[in-house]
Every structure is written in structure tokens, then in C-alpha cells.
């Protein structure tokens, strides 16, 4: 039986609502697939994932308080198209065409499909607006899609709540009210991301894996110090500045929350300055150490606690949308699904590669890193209006050089020395 989702928005949800209006908060993953199935069968698939999960069948209107919430639509179809293409095609570029089309969220669907037909095989296309999903939800979609193409059945899940709900914490009261609320209309200004991809080859990821641990840091770390050191050489602008870097972090493991397709993440940056001198792993280390306690319950209440401050409490949508205006000015974003998680074997389909999150996540200079390991592989892509050419390709030669040299050997001075040069 469907479950319907109806709702007012969660603090961060309700922020990415907010800073839709300023800016498409739209984003999208790409799963390469060996074989190929026919477009009714992939029509019918996503009826039946849309039966499972309720916020693929919602819009997003304004009750009678000015409040934004989650409402279900009967008989909402999503988009799905196809293209037949050769071999060499870039599905990169369908991306960046649905990353320059907005959603209408007061209308819904909020998920839009796309399949990439190539010769023998299958590159499915998963766009997503950010307020009701994030990249987790797009992995276990991608999950989805493929068992019910290829028959097996999907059980209809509860409607996803918002992770204030889950916490404990009451839904937005507006005390503080104007006269009269901002009409929000479909923000129509058209972006134009451009997006690369590089797909790290299963001997050199499982060396990364084995050299992070090695030197007590994550494959997260040294990806954020490839990109920082990467970044700085090939963006003049940036050699010396103090630089932002910001990572997603996914809250389902801290609040035992299940596969629903919702939104389900916190951030948190980390600021490189004077970092210049640091040896490689040093630089991965300071961005592990930046990232410490952020999977706790502690740390979720307390970032939904201050977006709650900022979007609870009032109808003066001008007032929030002006401090959300501030936020998010970080030049680079590296968001790690870190692995795929189940079995990629779906008999007459095989997921090979999944790539993403490809999302804009600043103001239009900023990288945005997505990074998801398949079958042993490190996928990467970079997103941006702007984006330094052959980024990927320079993350992946600083990446193989620091795994060649010697192990590092650490001391107390070692690590004040590193710690001098780490701001949070």
C-alpha cells in the first residue's frame, strides 16, 4: 500500500528551500550499467520506486501560517527520458543539461530521469532537487531502480521525517509574523555547470586505502588534500589565500535512520592556511582531525539546532533568505559517498561505476569534488560554473606520488607543527 508524505520542512530542508530561491540547489548522480533494458521496463521500475518512497511523490506549497511544507500529489508522474547515443558519448553532458533546468517545486515531482542507451550498455541519470534528497538517497535510488527493472519486488516505506523530528524537536512555529509574506515564484535564472569525470583504477584506490591508513588519516583526507594542493597550483588566485574547504556528512549512521529517499546530511568546514610547507599526509591528517565528532548525535542536534535559529520562528522569508545570502562561500566542497555498499550484480545488469554528487554548492567559482567508490574504483567529478581544467586528473598525480614516497614517521613536534597551521 503507498504511504503519502505530508509535512512542514525540517531546518535544514527548510534552508535549502530558502537558498533555492537565490540559487539552484538541484543535483544529480550518474550510474554506468552494463546491459541494457527497454524503456517500458525502466518506466514501470520507477513507478514501482516511486510507490516505495513518498517524497517522490510530493511538492512543496505554503500552509496557512506562511510555513513551507511537504505535500502529497496523487498520480504525479516523473519525468523520464531517453536518448540513444555511440559509444563515445558523454553522459557528462546530459548532466550539465539538467543541471541548467530548474525544478518547479511548488508543482513536483522533485526527481527528473534520465537513461544514456549506448551500444551495450546503460548510463542512468538520477536529478534530484536538494531540499527532499541528498547523494546517499541518489546511491540507494540508483539500488532501487535496478532491482525493480530486473523483477524483484520493492516494499512501500514510511514517509521520510525530518531529522528535527527524529530528534525530538517540535516543527517551526512562526511567533515573529509580517504583514505581508514574499511571493516565492520559480527562480528563472539559467546556470550552466560544467562537469568532468576520472575514474581511479582498482590497484591505485586500494593503494590509497592502504596508505591512509597507514598514515592515520581517511581516503576523505587525502582527497581533500589533493584538491586543496591541486587547486592552489593550477588557480593563481588562490596560492595564498586562506581557503574554505567543506564536506556533507551523512546523519542516517548517527540517527539510525533507514534507505528513505530524504534529505540526511550536516556539514562542516575546514579552513587551510600557512599549510603551504606540510607535507602531504600532514595536509591529510589536519583534514581528517577537521571532521572529528561530526558523526555523533551531539554534533547533528547542534547543526540543526543553529539552522533552526536562522529559519524557525518567523514568516519574513526577505529576512532569512538575506542571512542565508551570506552563507556558503567556501571554494571548494568535496562530498564522498565513500562506497557502494551492496551487491552491483543485478543478473542481466551489472553496476560498474557510480559517479557524484555533481551539484553547484556555491556562488560559481567553487569546485565541487564528488567522490563514490564501485567494485574496488574510486569515481571522481568536479562541478562547476568555472571549473579549473585537468582538476581531476592533477588530484589523481598528486594522489599516486604521495603513496610512492616514504611512510610518514611522527612525532609530538610533528604534530604541533600540523596543528599550527589547522583552523575549523
Known amino acids: 500500500m503507498k504511504k503519502y508524505q505530508n509535512r512542514t520542512l525540517g531546518a535544514f530542508e527548510k534552508t535549502f528551500w530558502l537558498l533555492d530561491q537565490i540559487d539552484s540547489k538541484d543535483f544529480a548522480l550518474a550510474a554506468d550499467i552494463s546491459g541494457r533494458q527497454p524503456l517500458e521496463n525502466w518506466q514501470k521500475a520507477l513507478q514501482l520506486v516511486q510507490q516505495r518512497h513518498p517524497n517522490l511523490s510530493v511538492k512543496i506549497g505554503m500552509d496557512e501560517r506562511s510555513r513551507p511544507t511537504l505535500q502529497a500529489v496523487e498520480s504525479l508522474i516523473i519525468p523520464l527520458r531517453m536518448i540513444e547515443v555511440e559509444e563515445e558519448y558523454r553522459w557528462e553532458a ?32 538520477l536529478v534530484a532537487n536538494h531540499m527532499v534528497a541528498d547523494g546517499t538517497s541518489l546511491n540507494y535510488l540508483v539500488r532501487d531502480l535496478l532491482l525493480a527493472v530486473t523483477g524483484t519486488e520493492l516494499k512501500a516505506m514510511d514517509p521520510q521525517v525530518s531529522n528535527d523530528q527524529t530528534l525530538g524537536l517540535p516543527e517551526d512555529q512562526p511567533i515573529q509574523t509580517v504583514d505581508k509574506v514574499l511571493e516565492l515564484g520559480v527562480n528563472t535564472r539559467i546556470v550552466k555547470p560544467l562537469i568532468s569525470s576520472l575514474r581511479i583504477s582498482e590497484q591505485t584506490t586500494r593503494t590509497i586505502v592502504e596508505r591512509a591508513k597507514q598514515e592515520q588519516t581517511t581516503v576523505h583526507g587525502a582527497l581533500c588534500a589533493a584538491v586543496v594542493l591541486a587547486s592552489r597550483k593550477m588557480r ?18 548517527a540517527l539510525q535512520l533507514d534507505d528513505n529517499f530524504g534529505l540526511n546530511i550536516t556539514t562542516q568546514s575546514v579552513f587551510f592556511e600557512n599549510e603551504q610547507k606540510l607535507s602531504f599526509w600532514a595536509l591529510a591528517r589536519l583534514a581528517k582531525a577537521g571532521l572529528e565528532g561530526t558523526h555523533s548525535v551531539e554534533y547533528v542536534a547542534n547543526y540543526v539546532s543553529f539552522f533552526r535559529s536562522i529559519v524557525f520562528g518567523t514568516n519574513d522569508l526577505q529576512q532569512m533568505i538575506e542571512v542565508l545570502k551570506t552563507a556558503f562561500n567556501h571554494q571548494i566542497m568535496v562530498t564522498n559517498l565513500v562506497k ?21 554548492s556555491g556562488k560559481g567559482m567553487e569546485q565541487t569534488i564528488g567522490a563514490l567508490t564501485t567494485n574496488g574504483s574510486l569515481c571522481l567529478t568536479n562541478t562547476s560554473d568555472s571549473p579549473i581544467p585537468g582538476l581531476l586528473g592533477e588530484m589523481e598525480n598528486i594522489l599516486q606520488q604521495a603513496c610512492q614516497g616514504p611512510a610518514s614517521v611522527l612525532s609530538k613536534a610533528d604534530g604541533e607543527k600540523e596543528a599550527s597551521c589547522f583552523l575549523v
Request: proline share 6%; glycine share 6%.
Open 236 to 253: 593563481a588566485e588562490w596560492r595564498e589565500v586562506k581557503m574554505e574547504l567543506v564536506s556533507p556528512i551523512c546523519t542516517r549512521g
Open 94 to 125: 546530459e548532466v550539465e543539461k539538467e543541471l541548467s533546468v530548474r525544478f518547479n517545486t511548488a508543482q513536483g515531482p522533485l526527481l527528473r530521469v534520465v537513461l544514456v542507451q549506448k551500444p551495450q550498455r546503460t548510463v542512468l541519470i
Open 340 to 360: 557502494v555498499k551492496y551487491n552491483t550484480d543485478f543478473g542481466k545488469l551489472k553496476l560498474n561505476a557510480l559517479y557524484g554528487p555533481m551539484v553547484r
